[in-house]
């Protein structure tokens, strides 16, 4: 008596599309393989990717000089969602998820999560709002600032780093950030005023062009401080009649504003 066997559907479904591809059945097991581990990769970060907004949450509730005991939620709601392993280079990915800077080449970092979502909140971003960015290095800022904000403009001076963000920012479906080489030093006229700005490297004192972009009510944050020196970060927020208020909210580590000024 010969005994009953399910019928290999699976089987033959595969075989059958690895002979219209015209490949063998080890190939068809390959791409699956490769299919299941980009899928455990991604259930992997989705989980580092939550240890990491409570870290920078816990991080905020110790104070670190912010002046508040937690950071907005929609900002970390956004912190949450954005995949910052898409913004590293493929060498970095493996540590994407930590509390830390890495390294994106061309002696640039990727800034810390607490501090970008830091950065975040101190600018208050509003739905309609319209923000600049100085220093687009890897994109991730941009793309935090994009599920928040109305459109972001974002400069970056070297050249190399300016394509990939734009690159990754339009792969990754970030359609309402408008990126430019240049020399965030001074501006974006053609778009100003802003309603915030971010600088995402040190200045050695406030470039007077990025205060005069800045909506009355706005608010721009930027580290300010040499290379080898305590850097400040700033918060400066311009009244509705224009008087200028300037704040220090915690010492940083940033990376130097380069340019020719």
Do not use: C
Not at 50 to 60: R, S
Not at 78 to 106: D, M, S
Not at 116 to 127: F, H, R, S, W, Y
Not at 156 to 163: G, H
Request: net charge negative.
């Amino acid at each position: 008596m010969t005994a009953y066997r399910e019928p290999d559907v699976a089987g033959r479904f595969y075989a059958g599309i690895a002979s219209a591809l015209g490949i063998t059945g080890n190939a068809v097991l390959l791409m699956l393989l490769l299919a299941f581990t980009a899928n455990a990769d991604e259930a992997d970060f989705t989980i580092a990717r939550a240890a990491m907004v409570d870290e920078v949450q816990h991080f905020a509730t110790l104070g670190r000089g912010a002046g508040q005991a937690a950071l907005n939620k929609d900002v970390m709601q956004t912190l949450g969602t954005v995949e910052r392993h898409e913004f590293v280079p493929a060498r970095q990915k493996p540590f994407a998820y930590e509390n830390r800077p890495l390294p994106i080449g061309h002696g640039q970092t990727i800034s810390q999560p607490y501090i970008v979502a830091l950065m975040t909140d101190l600018i208050e971003p509003g739905p309609d709002d319209v923000v600049l960015e100085i220093g687009t290095g890897s994109g991730y800022q941009a793309a935090i600032l994009a599920k928040l904000v109305k459109h972001v403009y974002s400069m970056e001076i070297i050249d190399a780093l300016a394509k990939r963000a734009a690159a990754d920012l339009a792969r990754l479906g970030y359609d309402n950030v408008t990126t430019q080489l240049g020399d965030g030093y001074y501006g974006w006229e053609e778009h100003a005023p802003f309603d915030a700005i971010i600088v995402t490297a040190a200045a050695s004192y406030v470039p007077p062009l990025l205060v005069q972009q800045l909506r009355p009510g706005g608010r721009m944050i930027i580290p300010v401080g040499g290379r080898f020196m305590t850097q400040q970060l700033l918060l400066i927020e311009k009244t509705d009649d224009g008087e200028v208020i300037t704040r220090q909210i915690t010492a940083v580590r940033f990376v130097p504003l380069t340019g020719e000024h």
